[in-house]
């Protein structure tokens, strides 16, 4: 029996790396899936329904969200997961560079929670999935800026625990470590001191399948947040 067989999950930033990986898990669980990301053109086939938005501009989230609830109604699952990744020295981080941090992966996730968790606590029901990511919780160098961003997103994640406890609706924080994707073409973390080598990384499908994890626990359960990363060796 398929896990999300009825189900409709939305997820953003599903162009690529985790959020693809995400979709195509929960469309092989039976889901009827709505990827969104700047650069997927809108379209729909079988059980997959693709609509571009720049989750960065307020109307366009708020146009996404008008349109996803009038043709589905309240999602069952939301993965709040388009992000942006930045390796800078504080020194060197220019303004725009910590707004363009903040406005993907924190704005963007707060315009996604104000677009659809009003319709999920009317249903009471569905799980909101945010991916924060290590950064959420531990400091490293050159990531002021992505870590003030997630350092963020927690933030609003644990507010929204508060504000949404008791309405059904389960909300939860999944935060990997380093995983490879094309997020970090830009900086060759194999040549980097300190990194971690991307054969030694967590795969886009073990975030997904930890994803898949949160959303399918019996209602009774809440996970509120998962950590997961590479074994160390
Ligand atoms: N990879 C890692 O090591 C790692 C570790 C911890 C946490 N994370 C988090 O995991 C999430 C996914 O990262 P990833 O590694 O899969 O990155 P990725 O491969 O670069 O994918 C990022 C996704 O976000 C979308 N996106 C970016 N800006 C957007 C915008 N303004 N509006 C709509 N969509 C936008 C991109 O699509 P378009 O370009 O088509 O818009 C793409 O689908 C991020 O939140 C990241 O912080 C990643």
Redesign the pocket.
């Known amino acids: 029996m398929s896990l999300l067989q009825g189900q409709v999950a939305l997820v953003?930033?599903?162009?690529?790396?985790?959020?693809?990986a995400v979709a195509e898990r929960c469309a092989a669980e039976g889901a009827r899936v709505v990827r969104?990301?700047?650069?997927?053109r809108s379209n729909r086939r079988g059980n997959l329904h693709d609509l571009a938005?720049?989750?960065?501009d307020w109307d366009q989230v708020s146009r996404l969200t008008s349109v996803v609830l009038d043709q589905y109604g309240p999602p069952d699952i939301v993965v709040s997961?388009?992000?942006?990744?930045l390796l800078r020295r504080l020194e060197a981080t220019q303004a725009e560079e910590l707004d363009h941090q903040l406005?993907?992966?924190l704005r963007?996730s707060f315009a996604v929670a104000k677009g659809f968790l009003p319709a999920m606590r009317e249903a009471g029901r569905g799980s909101f999935i945010t991916?924060?990511?290590?950064?959420d919780h531990v400091g490293f160098p050159e990531n002021a800026a992505y870590a003030a961003s997630?350092f963020g997103l927690r933030g609003l994640h644990e507010t929204l625990l508060q504000e949404y406890r008791g309405t059904g609706v389960r909300l939860s924080l999944v935060?990997?470590?380093?995983?490879?994707?094309?997020?970090?073409d830009p900086f060759d973390p194999d040549r980097r001191e300190g990194f971690t080598p991307r054969a030694g990384?967590l795969h886009?499908e073990d975030?997904a399948e930890a994803i898949l994890f949160v959303a399918t626990r019996p209602p009774r359960v809440h996970i509120d947040w998962l950590r997961l990363g590479p074994l160390q060796r």
């Open positions: 953003t930033g599903a162009s690529r790396g985790i959020g693809a969104v990301s700047r650069t997927l938005c720049d989750l960065t997961n388009a992000g942006a990744f406005a993907v992966n963007a991916v924060g990511s290590v950064a997630k935060s990997p470590g380093p995983t490879d994707t094309p997020v970090w990384m886009a975030v």
